[in-house]
């Protein structure tokens, strides 16, 4: 199965637009990619003929809103291999999927001493959250170096645990670099030490299958916005047993089992952690976003987007003007450079100028850039409608960019 690009982008309206008179080039997917009519359709469908509040309401019209709001969650749960739904955990975004575990853990099961491991890749929501643990909690956080190219020493990894170790928290696809970690294999030697084992998959759910059950993992989160859904909506799959075991992160209605003056019991996951209404129309928005995914065909998003990588790398390889960061054979389509002699954002900012759409700056990732020697990169990151005629407007507009610059 092959994409009809063209056909493809005429399902994402605000790809029409023009970007100071110039055709937008759109290549800031890492940071949020574009919707799809059926998204945007099916979250107005909700809001005009079935929206009310979910779980709580006997009528009608909550009935048909919990039944949308839970379907959504087992899309998820199967675009994941999730065993049931009842291991997804809507949150707000990835972020808050990663701070609801640092804090469940943190409560109970991570003290002063307790180690967490991380590497230097980490995008900041996996990294602050730990700190916050860290100055809250008296935790140690140990640091796992990559490569260059975002690859991971196994031996390495694995000399860094101790009868301490209590969690490892770790990136499945870096946003930087764009390179997948070996994540089986993590799960594997974390288990093996008795620790417990957390994945940012906010970049790997876009790029490529995961599935939770191959892998092992006792917590995977992902963001809907990265994956052609809404903003406000993310997931957290967590193994049922170990979810079973954690303590609520918010309180408010729907966690809990029954209230009184002098008590309070909790409802079981994954309602024990969506205190209060969720995002129910975030959530239908992003059901719909894996049901076009699936439609659309993700292998066949998946080899486009890694004809672009490959067609992108190699045009910016013969610019002798241009440094490349992170050049793993099995990344992602997220390509970060350097102009030589350019402060990024001016790159970005000249770029744009000319209709094209990408990011500058430390991506949220200022360990790795210290380790690369970068204070800063320009990221061009593509997805299921870019076109191989927008890499060379890319690479014109880098042309003159380095004529303005250099």
């Known amino acids: 199965m092959s994409l009809d690009v063209e056909a493809l982008r005429a399902e994402f309206a605000i790809l029409a637009r023009e970007a100071y008179g110039k055709p937008l080039v759109y290549l800031d997917n890492a940071a949020s990619a574009q919707k799809p ?23 009608l019209l909550s009935n048909e809103a919990t039944g949308a709001f839970e379907e959504a969650r087992a899309k998820v749960a199967r675009f994941l291999n999730a065993a049931s739904p009842d291991e997804i955990v809507f949150t707000s975004g990835g972020t808050d999927a990663m701070n609801l575990v640092a804090y469940a853990l943190g409560a109970g099961e991570i003290g002063a001493g307790d180690e967490i491991i991380l590497s230097l890749m980490e995008h900041h929501s996996n990294i602050v959250p730990w700190h916050l643990l860290r100055e809250r909690k008296g935790a140690v956080l140990k640091w796992l170096d990559v490569s260059d190219d975002g690859e991971i020493d196994l031996a390495a990894y694995e000399a860094l645990f101790t009868e301490r170790t209590k969690l490892v928290a770790i990136t499945h696809m870096s946003n930087v670099l764009g390179a997948p970690t070996p994540a089986k294999a993590l799960t594997d030697i974390a288990h093996a030490h008795g620790a417990k084992i957390l994945f940012d998959g906010c970049q790997a759910a876009v790029h490529g299958r995961v599935d939770v059950r191959a ?37 408010g209605g729907e966690m809990i089992d029954a209230v009184t003056t002098e008590a309070v019991t909790y409802n079981d996951p994954p309602h024990r952690f969506e205190a209060g209404t969720p995002p129910i129309l975030e ?11 699936e439609a659309t065909g993700l292998d066949a998003i998946v080899a486009h987007e890694n004809a672009l990588r490959d067609h992108a790398l190699e045009e910016l390889r013969a610019l002798n003007f241009v440094t490349l960061y992170g050049q793993a054979p099995d990344k992602a389509p997220i390509i970060c450079f350097n102009v030589n002699g350019a402060h990024p954002h001016d790159v970005s900012t000249i770029l744009d100028r000319s209709g094209v759409a990408i990011r500058a700056g430390h991506h949220c990732a200022q360990p790795l850039m210290k380790r690369l020697g970068a204070t800063a990169t320009a990221r061009a990151s593509f997805a299921a409608y870019n076109t191989h005629d927008e890499i060379g407007a890319l690479i014109e507009a880098l042309r003159k960019t380095h004529m303005m610059l250099g």
């Open 37 to 59: 009519r059926a998204v945007i359709e099916t979250m107005t469908r909700a809001m005009e003929t079935s929206y009310a509040n979910v779980h709580r309401g006997l009528h």
């Open 215 to 251: 892998i092992g993992c006792d917590f995977y989160a992902i963001t809907g916005h990265k994956l052609y859904g809404p903003t406000g909506i993310g997931a957290l799959y967590g193994r049922k047993d170990v979810l079973e075991a954690l303590p609520p992160f918010r309180g």
């Open 283 to 293: 959530a239908i928005g992003l059901g719909a976003a894996v049901d076009w995914i």
